[in-house]
């Protein structure tokens, strides 16, 4: 290509995938299975709840997510605590039980966006991947939605035992295609992670805002994967 960009990597949750029909949707339905009918408002209560332990966990030490079985333990001990939140006697079962029930694909879904512009980057000959802080299940998932014809690999940190924001993920990445830092761009939706994270690489960040959430962002802001294809082509992607 003119522009020298000759792969994209992808970050995958709230860029690629989203929880289907939704986590909402997923615990109201696992919860009915045992007997449990909470209201609306006190499951959104013990959901806001978890959130709130995910981000104070990931501010604070992220380096479980370099690690399948920290991983899965953070994710457990987080849903158990939206379970004990809307008075689930059994919540660190169930917290795992939950755990256990996003690792299945019908779990989960494609924005409408992604299959459409990997098309458009598949047939100008770029390669692709996906690199993410995720347990070892994402290859599975991203199989199971049909991923699989346009990428060329998918890290996730659990697998590789290295977390975004480091700049090695996105060096074993790189190795994956053999193409050079300065080739490549990463799309995501996290600034910390993605932005800083491809910047210490050397790689061309694209911040994904979906809700236009950023406030004057210091690099080049998509609010949908359909802008990026033209995006790569015009080459005007700031490092």
Known sequence: ????????????????????????????????????????????????????????????????WASEAEAAAMWSEMYALAMEEVGVEASPAMGRQLYDEFGRGDRWALYPDVLPAMGELHSIGL????????????????????????????????????????????????????????????????????????RAAGIRPVLLDRWEWSSNPDCTVITSLAELPELVLSGSILY
Request: with cysteine.
């Open 127 to 198: 390669r692709m991947g996906i690199v993410s802080n995720w347990d070892a299940r994402l290859p599975g998932l991203c199989h199971h939605l049909g991923l699989s014809r346009y990428l060329d690999f998918v890290i996730s940190s659990a697998n590789l035992g290295r977390i975004k924001p480091e700049a090695s993920i996105f060096h074993s990445a790189l190795g994956r295609v053999g193409v050079a830092a300065g080739e490549t761009v990463h799309v995501g939706d996290h600034y910390y992670a993605d932005v800083l994270g491809a």
């Open 1 to 64: 290509m003119e522009t020298g960009i000759k792969a994209v990597f992808f970050d995958a949750g709230n860029t690629l995938l989203l929880p289907h029909p939704s986590v909402e949707e997923v615990c109201v339905e696992v919860l009915a299975g045992h007997g449990y009918h909470p209201s609306a408002a006190d499951l959104q209560r013990g959901l806001d709840r978890a959130e709130r332990y995910y981000e104070e966990r990931y501010w604070s030490d992220d380096t479980f």
